[in-house]
């Protein structure tokens, strides 16, 4: 148990803490842009060529739900060992904020794609059959048509899985990720300075707050049910 | 207008082939409201789809002003449906549009026109169908009747010669069906439109089709005008669908289970007229130049679409040969006599 009466509130280095979170927060952001990037297109192409809609493909999404499910049962920390020699050749170094951006990349594109798929689903079969009827172009179907239906499921997810990356970039610290996971596990955990561990895991639980909050408004605002 | 000849359509489920459709014949005319009833998986829904091809038939022919569409490539097809709307049960709106958004839809994806053309014609369709004042509002803030209103107006954007309608009214209540109903109705006449519905209600039928296809199992069982189907249903399927929607019309089909039989000492029969007749005092008439008593068991005056009818059951009290003469006489009025018993 932590012994509040021990700490010495006294000696954080609270320059440190707000430096650790910026990293947080730029990982977290860089991440879920890329996230989007590569998942959203990943998992609208996962929902068109599964069965029964609009670009039925089953190899392709054999293939492509295969890769989809082999890189989400890899353990986050595994992956971040595994990607080293990727991500040193992909940027030049496997440390620091640069550094956790490939890994994390890779892990919740995957994720979010599976998200993307699963909203999709959920868009009434009669809404992409009634634009059929009117004898309108497949590409206008999803981007016109379906996207639009889905945004309120898709802020959602951006929610979600912005939260994955909160956690997963604190556990890039373990291999020298930078950010608030780094910090707490070298000095909150390497050097028994128990307020540093309180005082970060009290700023993640804001932060992951905070973006629960501010997805939660989006989806409301979009929303038209 | 369409010609469907041999259509089949086979699905596999689990290995077994299962057969939807069977060798359906139909000819629809220009212009008409032609009606398919039938019960829930008698395939009705995939021969209405198959008219824009939604489901690809296995066998058969669909031909549409002569052409057999079952051969079109993807960019005739695209085309062939921008000149078929198509309405359905659960209105199929995009939530995330407003309703004149929704109505311009169609227009933004497949017309040529400007901005400012199809703001127009949104306008217009807005009008037509009574929702102009609803233009900026999303279909969640709707009815299902101004909902379906917007479905039609949407399929009508870019001014097709063919309506589908799949269900669509299943899903409204009686009132608001009847407003739909009319709404159909007076497009119909209006634009010239051909109309097809499906539907399970013999009520439909009766309001808004000139001519009715009834399918079971696949095939289709009986057809015809609807007066002719209604008054004298064959098949068992359409005897139970008449007598589901029309106590009455039950009644007089089986007077066996409606009246004591033991009370009947005369013939049973059941008359039905259908027009003009409906306003003249021929029964009248002929009963008094007879002497033959009649008691009226069971009776309806309505109208199917615009044209009256009467059925009526009468006990008829007399000798064999003046009954005869009096059947003679209905005959020469055309009205028609079943003897029941």
Redesign the interface.
């Known amino acids: 148990m932590i012994d509040l009466s021990m700490i010495e509130w006294g000696s954080i280095e609270w320059g440190d803490i707000a430096f650790a979170t910026w990293e947080t927060l730029v990982m977290t952001g860089v991440s879920l842009f890329f996230t989007v990037l590569i998942g959203l297109p990943l998992g609208i192409l996962l929902f068109v060529t599964s069965q029964g809609q609009l670009l039925e493909q089953r190899a392709l999404y054999r293939v492509l739900s295969f890769i989809a499910n082999v890189l989400r049962s890899v353990p986050f920390l595994i992956l971040l060992i595994v990607m080293i020699p990727v991500t040193v050749i992909l940027i030049g170094t496997s440390l620091g904020v640069e550094g956790a951006i490939p890994p994390l990349v890779v892990a919740t594109a995957p994720f979010f794609a599976r998200l993307v798929e699963n909203v999709l689903r959920e868009i009434?079969r009669?809404?992409i059959?009634?634009?059929?009827?009117?004898?309108?172009?497949t590409h206008?179907i999803i981007f016109?048509?379906l996207l639009?239906?889905a945004?309120p499921g898709l802020l959602a997810a951006t929610t979600v899985t912005a939260i994955t990356l909160i956690s997963y970039a604190a556990m890039s610290g373990v291999i020298g990720g930078g950010g608030l996971g780094d910090l707490a596990i070298r000095f909150g955990y390497q050097r028994f300075q128990t307020e540093v561990m309180v005082i970060t895991v009290a700023l993640l639980v804001v932060l992951v707050q905070l973006i629960q909050y501010a997805g939660d408004r989006l989806v409301l605002h979009?929303s038209?049910? | 207008m369409i010609r469907i000849e041999g259509l089949g359509k086979t699905y596999r489920v689990e290995g077994r082939e299962v057969s939807a459709l069977d060798g359906i014949d139909l000819e629809i005319a220009k212009g008409e409201i032609f009606g398919i009833i039938g019960r829930s998986g008698a395939g009705k829904s995939t021969l209405l789809r198959s008219l824009?091809l939604?489901e690809r038939p296995s066998s058969g022919r669909v031909l549409i002003d002569g052409e057999d569409i079952t051969g079109f490539d993807r960019q005739r097809?695209?085309?062939?449906?921008?000149r078929?709307g198509?309405i359905?049960q659960?209105f199929?709106?995009?939530?995330?549009?407003t309703v004149a958004a929704n109505i311009d839809?169609?227009l933004?994806?497949?017309s040529s026109l400007t901005a400012a053309q199809r703001a127009e014609r949104v306008a217009e369709l807005l009008a037509l169908v009574g929702l102009s004042e609803h233009a900026g509002k999303?279909?969640?803030q709707l009815s299902g009747g101004q909902k379906q209103r917007v479905g039609i107006a949407?399929a009508l954007a870019?001014r097709p010669q063919l309506l589908?309608c799949d269900e669509a009214t299943s899903a409204l209540d009686p009132e608001t069906t009847q407003s739909i109903l009319r709404l159909l109705l007076d497009i119909n006449r209006r634009l010239g439109l051909t109309i097809v519905l499906i539907t399970h209600e013999m009520q439909v039928i009766r309001t808004l089709c000139d001519r009715v296809a009834v399918i079971d199992g696949g095939r289709i069982v009986e057809s015809g005008k609807v007066a002719d189907v209604f008054l004298h249903p064959r098949h068992p399927v359409t005897r139970s669908m008449v007598a589901q929607d029309d106590p009455l019309t039950a009644a007089m089909l089986d007077p066996a289970h409606a009246f004591a039989q033991d009370k009947l000492r005369g013939t049973l029969v059941r008359l039905t007229y259908v027009g003009d007749i409906t306003y003249q005092p021929v029964l009248s008439d002929i009963m008094a130049a007879s002497t033959v008593r009649f008691t009226i068991l069971q009776g309806e005056v309505s109208s199917i679409k615009e044209l009256p009818f009467g059925q009526l059951l009468l006990e008829l009290e007399g000798s064999d040969e003046d009954v005869r003469r009096v059947f003679a006489e209905l005959d020469r009025h055309h009205i028609h006599h079943e003897v029941l018993q």
């Open positions: 009434d009669g809404v059959e009634a634009c059929q009827a009117m004898g309108i172009r206008r016109g048509a639009p239906e945004l979009f038209r049910k | 824009n939604l097809l695209h085309a062939l449906r921008q078929i198509m359905f659960h199929n709106l995009l939530n995330a549009k839809w169609p933004r994806c497949t999303y279909p969640a949407r870019s589908l």
